[in-house]
């Protein structure tokens, strides 16, 4: 697509971030918005170790991880509404706040076709749940969890799409190379290709293939940066049946566990019962 020389906005990353920022920005203004992604479009998302090849030959970009719906689009897609676990943003931002973003956010996703069905909201079978987990010397975080599933993932995806295509101009298969900046101030963004294209705002939002691009272009610009504490994990697979009486109730449970001799916490993430991997 032809892109114009400025914009009021330019957005890095095709992901959730990038998406739900080009969602609000054209709800709420008249600005003139720009995403782009150095992955393809949905439909032309597609992993050759799941093909003919049945391993990863580490394709630049990566099918899984770029592209419009970012790293998820291809995942189970459960959205986790609670602000117990999940990230930091309520040491950011005050609890009530937090809590009516979900909301919101939950709400944006099911205008755009996510399931109505939610998980966890039988607080008996929640609470048979916590009884059985203490039993074993584990914390149960209860949570309500809406699974999409792939299948509505990739739908949602498209229909967000179909929604901003019209709003905004969207450049696939476009990698920054480098934010330009002047005098503290953020100027547009480079192109691998050397095009530069003007803006009076740049949201990153870059994701998981994009965190080394976005620590290089901090340490360039002398922006102030923190770490997350890294997990290190494990994947134990069981026979789905095993779990059912977790999982039919409550999809996914977050149990916590503190380990005798050193006091370590360990807990699971990211169930999926007759899922892929």
Known sequence: ????????????????????????????????????????????????????????????????????????????????????????????????????????????????????KVYGTNTEAVKEVERLSAAAGLNLIPARIRHLGTENCYRVLKNMYDALVGKIDILMNASVSELIAENGKVKGIRLASGDSIAAEYVICGPGRAGSKWMQDESCRLGLNSSNNPVDIGVRVEVPAVIMETLTDKIYESKLIYFTSQFDDRIRTFCMNPYGVV
């Not at 995403?35 to 032309?44: C, T």
């Not at 189970?76 to 040491?91: I, R, S």
């Not at 099911?110 to 109505?116: C, E, H, I, T």
């Open 1 to 116: 697509m032809t892109v114009k020389q400025k914009y009021d906005v330019v957005i890095v990353g095709a992901g959730p971030a990038g998406i739900f920022a080009a969602l609000e920005l054209t709800s709420n203004t008249g600005a003139s918005v720009l995403i782009v992604d150095k992955g393809p479009a949905l439909e032309r998302r597609s992993c050759r170790t799941q093909g003919e090849y049945g391993r990863c030959l580490r394709c630049d970009p990566c099918m899984i991880t770029c592209g419009w719906g970012g790293a998820g689009a291809f995942s189970d897609g459960k959205l986790t509404l609670t602000a117990n676990f999940g990230g930091y943003l309520n040491e950011l931002v005050d609890q009530k706040i937090v809590r009516q973003l979900i909301e919101e956010v939950d709400d944006i996703y099911l205008s755009f076709g996510a399931p109505q």
